[in-house]
């Protein structure tokens, strides 16, 4: 993999010795020109298998347009949309490029200027950058590369107006158009694709569920909420960890857990706990990942809003307090931890509410899970009984069976039949229709 001396240099200041699978496969055909369709597990390192052939197009090609974006990067959420950007700007710093971040909840007339300065690099959500694009802030015609980060999710939210959008603006044939996915076996982005790609070399790098090897997974039974917390707590206490990610099932759960650590006198002396939500706007959610991924916190308490796309390499432990209601989020949740090769460990909670959705991961992970057990916290709920299958009682009795198909049985039309009469004894039948004039006289005559 030949590589731009500039780029390359900074590729090894950041530590990359070796590229990862999705990074071995996806960089090489991106740099071909190729459009591509690839998929890979979380915390595979498909973040530089996009960057990296965007910047080497740049540092090779010359611009087909000098006030159009050059590169646009797309994702879902706002947290992912910005660490791909930190990670992008480790690359442009000291170079010609700008990088600029484009996401909804900040101010709409700051994010005009900084459109109006001409960057070579997008990194956006798609709903705001498609109100920009409404309002002729800046246009597409000159853009080199396409690349959709996660575009499943995108779609899963709703933004595939927005993304048609975009691609109409910028539909041309010398753009290159790269797609990220969870999975490929996503109607919707293979639906999708067809529209988006030209001819597009496809990349699966395993399952988008495949296990993590280098997670540990630990899975407890639980009575209820009193009980999940007093488990919680004897966790912190006694894991060795560096920081942890607590996963829930509701925002209010995010802001009362936080609380109730916080208070705790058994952990503040060991650490302190942060909440997460969606309920924040742009500028909170910023301040407490900021804070989080320097480690001034040790805890981070959230709902799935965290559970895709960040990069947090400190991480250590994940807990699911609550079992998501989708089975493939227990995968994005656990993958918080476990990064790039490291170790991690994920605990998850099952009490009677999450019996469900346990099932439903076990069925996708494809394996028995058994339960471990804290001896002193040990659980009276065993799990749920499959419901048996009702089973409609027959009907012995032989006289209920014929009442039954009697029934059923319609009743046969009763005919009639007359007995042969003298032409005389007949009555005398009404015709239906009255006879003509002609008809009258003849049978006068005949009569006569």
């Keep these: 993999m030949s590589l731009e001396s500039k780029l390359m240099t900074a590729v090894e200041h950041m530590g990359f010795d070796a ?164 999975t490929l076996d996503h109607a919707q982005v293979n639906e999708f694709a067809l529209e988006l790609l030209k001819k597009p070399k496809r990349i699966a790098i395993g399952s988008a569920f495949t296990e993590h090897n280098d997670i540990t997974k630990r899975f407890y039974l639980t009575d209820n909420l009193e009980h999940k917390e007093k488990l919680l707590s004897h966790f912190l206490l006694n894991e060795t960890f560096q920081q942890v ?42 301040q407490i990942m900021d804070g989080f991924s320097k480690g001034q916190q040790k805890i981070l308490v959230t709902t799935d809003l965290a559970s895709r796309g960040l990069d947090l390499v400190n991480v250590s432990h994940v807990i699911n307090f609550d079992m998501p209601k989708h089975a493939e989020e227990f995968v994005h949740r656990i993958g918080r931890t476990g990064r790039a090769g490291t170790k991690g ?47 409609k009682s027959v009907i012995s009795d032989t006289s209920k069976v014929k009442r039954v198909q009697a029934a059923k049985v319609k009743k046969a039309p009763k005919k009639t039949f007359h007995a042969s009469k003298d032409v005389g004894d007949m009555p005398i039948m009404k015709r239906k229709k009255p006879l003509a004039a002609k008809e009258l006289d003849e049978n006068r005559s005949e009569e006569s």
């Design 245 to 286: 990610i607590i996963f829930t099932a509701t925002r209010s759960d995010t802001d009362r857990l936080a609380a109730m650590l916080n208070d705790s006198s058994l952990l503040q002396h060991k650490m302190s706990a942060v909440a997460l939500s969606g309920e924040l706007n742009q500028g909170q959610r910023n």
């Design 19 to 182: 590229p990862t699978e999705i990074q071995q496969k996806a960089i090489p055909v991106a740099m071909q020109g190729h459009d591509l369709i690839a998929s890979s597990k979380t915390g595979s390192g498909k973040t530089l298998a996009f960057l990296i052939p965007a910047l080497q197009r740049l540092h090779n090609n010359r611009a087909l347009s000098k006030r159009d974006p050059r590169v646009l990067i797309l994702t879902p959420t706002r947290e992912l949309a910005k660490q791909v950007f930190n990670q992008l700007r480790l690359f442009t710093s000291g170079t010609q490029f700008k990088a600029v971040l484009i996401l909804g909840g900040e101010n709409f007339n700051d994010q005009v200027k900084v459109l109006e300065k001409e960057p070579h690099f997008i990194v956006a959500t798609p709903g705001r950058l498609a109100d920009h694009l409404s309002q002729g802030h800046f246009y597409l015609n000159g853009l080199e590369m396409l690349i959709l980060d996660e575009a499943d999710r995108m779609l899963d939210l709703g933004f595939s107006k927005q993304l048609t959008q975009i691609n109409k603006a910028a539909d041309h044939r010398k753009r290159q158009t790269l797609l990220f996915s969870a």
């Design 345 to 391: 460990d994920a605990i998850a909670f099952v009490g009677p509410k999450d019996w469900i959705s346990f099932k439903n991961v076990e069925a996708l992970l494809q394996q028995k899970i058994s339960f471990e057990v804290v001896a002193e916290l040990k659980a009276k709920f065993k799990g749920l009984k499959p419901k048996k299958a009702q089973v």
